[in-house]
């Protein structure tokens, strides 16, 4: 079966898949501006709730050691940051990648 490569902008990703707060940490990052953070552990309680979605809702914020980031449908254990939980499932054999908006330098933008 052929697997399906999709590239997805932060607001596309929002959107379409709309993540979910993290309900174990209060403080959570990654608020997708709506003030409520998703970013989930990789360990501890968090591990474990994060075990139990289905999972094509889960998907996995990676550091490429380049000092770039980027989310990564599915979950990933290499250079993994954290995980999220999404209200709709991407669909099956498919991989999706979720890229940021780069902010503009200061210096770029004097």
Known sequence: MTETFIALTEDEFCTQFRPLPNPIAAHAQMDFGDAKGCLIETYGPEWDFIKSFDRYRVW???????????????????????????????????????????????????
């Open 60 to 110: 996995t914020l990676i550091d490429n050691n380049a000092g770039d980031m980027f989310i990564l449908s599915g979950l990933h254990w290499i250079n993994r940051l954290g995980y999220l939980i999404t209200a709709n499932p991407w669909p099956k054999n498919t991989t999706i990648e979720v890229t940021f908006e780069d902010e503009p330098d200061s210096e770029e933008s004097s």
